[in-house]
Nanobody, 125 residues
Framework: QVHLVESGGGSVQPGGALRLSCAAS????????MAWFRQAPGKEREGVAL????????NYDDSVKGRFTISQDNAKNTAYLQMNNLKPEDTATYYC??????????????????WGQGTEVTVSS
């Protein structure tokens, strides 16, 4: 059974930075997709960044391009989300999700089978 654990959330001022981690365990296949989503109160869950683990592919939502960077440590089955120049509108609970095969648009939550419990990010002055 796949188990995802996010960490690294917290509170920062606008313009600050945070680094989120998502450690995956129980995955038996080598290559898979890992995505970061976020959900603000009263809003739908939205895809933020995608990485193909043990591959060479990333993608980002337009709202975070140039500010967020997704990366991987394959030996640890861990993905990271470096978030720079944070804005108040980045405030949300951030989730990581995985799927072995991507059969839907990557930004759609239904494309992913396994989810972490979430970590909160608050950007406020």
């Amino acid at each position: 059974q796949v188990h995802l654990v996010e960490s690294g959330g917290g509170s920062v001022q606008p313009g600050g930075a945070l680094r989120l981690s998502c450690a995956a365990s129980g995955i038996t296949y080598t290559k898979f997709y890992m995505a970061w989503f976020r959900q603000a109160p009263g809003k739908e869950r939205e895809g933020v960044a995608l990485i193909y683990m043990n591959g060479d592919f990333t993608n980002y939502d337009d709202s975070v391009k140039g500010r967020f960077t997704i990366s991987q440590d394959n030996a640890k089955n861990t993905a990271y989300l470096q978030m720079n120049n944070l804005k108040p509108e980045d405030t949300a609970t951030y989730y990581c999700a995985t799927t072995q095969f991507l059969r839907e648009l990557w930004t759609r939550p239904v494309a992913y089978r396994d989810w972490g419990q979430g970590t909160e990010v608050t950007v406020s002055s």
